[in-house]
């Protein structure tokens, strides 16, 4: 019997007894990393909206929010993992193990998709885009509300909460989302209907759920890298300090979401272990396992967590209270002789402004 025999035989193959040392070490450091990232998305998120309490959801909250809840998921299942593992929960193993450890992974998938959408939007922006539009990608993933004089908090809740309003591409990110819970929720359903005597075999529907998601994981990052690199290129042309350090966020994020996806999700191909985490032989599989498991879940979501809160952590800039006095002033510059410009530089400028005005991070 080997340093860990007394664990592995209570648990092989069918998650019964508690889990080996290693792993339990790796799924705690997990977990408080996990906990680190997620209190520092809902600390900034409370600091950001008391920072600006006019706006509403704008992309950096939906964002920070986004981030603190998927890690808090991914705490709750590590935790899960390891008590439930020692009580020896029959359901744990048959669909709600599986559960716990998906639903993180969604929601950091549709993260960046969501990240990905207001990329799309800004390659594909068109010149003759009104400023309203402009302003509306830079500022708001829902529409943002501002007060108005005689506006009463109660009109202002409404506004938050009601008429939101979305763009096509992040209506599609919704729709991938729902639809990858159901998948998740169909492919439960099976595992739990597999403990039975059937043909359906539960490990493999695991390993097949998790080579599909492998590669969509692939995908997302070689398509955010793609875009992130168009996007660089088109930032690149505009001079201006501002724009200047958000192309540098911009290849940074693409870069690194580039190599942590497609590192986790060959990882996840190769070894399968997030989904046989009970299965183990030698003493040897038990540390490889162990090993396996802590690069897996800290390549693939606490460094791409832990980077986006990192590049989004500037607070945003307060907005411009304006007052009766400005609408004077413009007025008394409207009889001035209008000066001759040169259209080319006037399409240049307002390129520049949209470009400084469409922050992509």
């Known amino acids: 019997m080997g340093r860990y025999g007394l664990f592995r035989d209570d648990a092989h193959g069918d998650g019964g007894g508690c889990l080996p040392l290693p792993i339990i070490a790796a799924e705690t450091a997990l977990a408080v990393i996990d906990a680190a990232i997620a209190a520092a998305a809902f600390v900034q998120l409370a600091r950001i909206h008391r920072h600006n309490q006019q706006h509403g959801w704008t992309r950096q909250k939906i964002f920070h929010f986004m981030i603190g809840l998927c890690n808090t998921v991914f705490l709750a299942y590590f935790i899960s993992t390891i008590i439930a593992t020692c009580q020896r929960w029959v359901c744990w193993v048959h669909g709600c193990g599986f559960v716990l450890m998906a639903s993180p992974q969604i929601l950091l998938l549709a993260s960046f998709l969501l990240l990905l959408s207001f990329w799309v939007d800004l390659c594909h922006q068109t010149n003759d885009e009104d400023e309203d539009d402009v302003r509306s990608n830079h500022e708001t993933l829902l529409d943002k509300t501002k007060s108005k004089p005689g506006t009463r908090p109660t009109d202002i809740r409404r506004k938050c909460f009601s008429g939101i309003q979305l763009g096509s591409r992040q209506k599609f990110v919704i729709l991938v989302l729902v639809l990858s819970f159901a998948v998740m929720l169909t492919f439960a359903i099976l595992i739990w209907l597999g403990r039975g005597e059937n043909p359906i075999d539960s490990s493999v529907l695991k390993k097949v759920y998790l080579d599909v998601f492998s590669v969509v994981v692939l995908v997302l990052g070689g398509?955010?890298?793609?875009?992130?690199?168009?996007?660089?290129?088109?930032?690149?042309?505009?001079?201006?300090?501002?724009?200047?350090?958000?192309?540098?966020?911009?290849?940074?994020?693409?870069?690194?979401?580039?190599?942590?996806?497609?590192?986790?999700?060959?990882?996840?191909?190769?070894?399968?272990?997030?989904?046989?985490?009970?299965?183990?032989?030698?003493?040897?599989?038990?540390?490889?396992?162990?090993?396996?498991?802590?690069?897996?879940?800290?390549?693939?979501?606490?460094?791409?967590?832990?980077?986006?809160?990192?590049?989004?952590?500037?607070?945003?800039?307060?907005?411009?209270?304006?007052?009766?006095?400005?609408?004077?002033?413009?007025?008394?510059?409207?009889?001035?002789?209008?000066?001759?410009?040169?259209?080319?530089?006037?399409?240049?400028?307002?390129s520049s402004n949209k470009a400084l005005k469409s922050s992509p991070i």
């Open 223 to 350: 398509a955010l890298a793609c875009y992130g690199a168009l996007l660089f290129s088109k930032m690149s042309k505009v001079r201006s300090e501002t724009v200047s350090t958000e192309k540098w966020k911009v290849a940074s994020l693409a870069a690194v979401s580039l190599i942590c996806f497609s590192s986790s999700a060959i990882l996840a191909l190769v070894t399968n272990v997030p989904v046989l985490l009970y299965w183990y032989s030698t003493d040897a599989d038990i540390i490889n396992n162990a090993v396996i498991l802590f690069l897996y879940y800290l390549i693939g979501s606490s460094v791409p967590s832990g980077f986006v809160l990192w590049v989004m952590r500037d607070m945003p800039q307060r907005p411009i209270i304006e007052r009766p006095t400005q609408s004077r002033v413009v007025t008394l510059f409207r009889d001035r002789p209008p000066t001759t410009q040169d259209p080319q530089w006037r399409t240049a400028v307002t």
